[in-house]
């Protein structure tokens, strides 16, 4: 009576594998959707590089699934052994995702990011987008690596008003990104 309702061990490892590439490849598309940062933000692992131990890191875990399940499933399908298609699985997965995560470290760490931190733009030149005075901030718009960015601008004169057009220079760094700005002396 059980011997009829018992599924062969190899389907469940079947099952098994085949659950893992789909929930790996959906945590792979959906990070390729919402982007890199959004999905792999767990990627927690400290500077000290510890390549054989890269499970801190989502993106691991994407690839070993995703990976080692298509691997399992695989093996199993060309008639390797429960043991030898678990070995098979491991290992691939295993190798996969820490050279994923090798890989995109190597790649953050050497990459030049075209952000420009507020502090950068202290002694640049500028135009009012809108006017500036007491209480009241205007925008600024800055030319920064070859492209126009354009900040909120506190004017560091309290009794001096600025109309659109006027030439300011950045002095300083103010609150929640906005920058402090006075009249351009030209």
């Known amino acids: 009576m059980f011997a009829a309702t018992r599924r062969p061990r190899i389907h469940r490892l079947t099952t098994i594998y085949l659950t893992a590439v789909a929930f790996g490849c959906t945590l792979l598309i959906a990070s390729l959707v919402l982007g890199g940062k959004d999905a792999h933000g767990i990627d927690h692992t400290p500077d000290v590089e510890l390549a054989w131990a890269p499970v801190m890191s989502l993106r691991f875990w994407v690839f070993f699934l995703a990976f080692g399940g298509g691997a399992g499933y695989a093996l199993t ?3 390797t052994g429960e043991i030898g298609s678990a070995l098979g699985a ?3 997965g295993w190798a996969t995702g820490t050279l994923a995560v090798l890989l995109i470290r190597q790649v953050t ?4 990011s075209s952000q420009v931190d507020a502090k950068e733009l202290i002694g640049s030149t500028g ?3 809108l006017p500036a005075g007491p209480g009241r901030p205007g925008k600024v718009r800055l030319d920064i690596k ?3 960015e354009d900040f ?3 004017l560091v004169d309290d009794g ?8 300011v220079l950045v002095v300083a ?3 929640q990104g906005t920058l402090l700005v006075a009249k351009a002396e030209m």
């Not at 760490?109 to 030049?112: G, I, M």
């Not at 001096?160 to 030439?167: I, N, Y």
Request: a negative charge; aromatic letters at 0%.
């Open 127 to 129: 135009t009012l987008l």
């Open 77 to 79: 399908r060309m008639g």
């Open 152 to 154: 909120v601008a506190t």
């Open 90 to 92: 491991a290992g691939t």
């Open 173 to 175: 760094e103010g609150e």
């Open 146 to 148: 070859g492209h126009s």
């Open 109 to 112: 760490r050497n990459s030049v």
């Open 160 to 167: 001096l008003e600025l109309a659109t057009g006027a030439q």
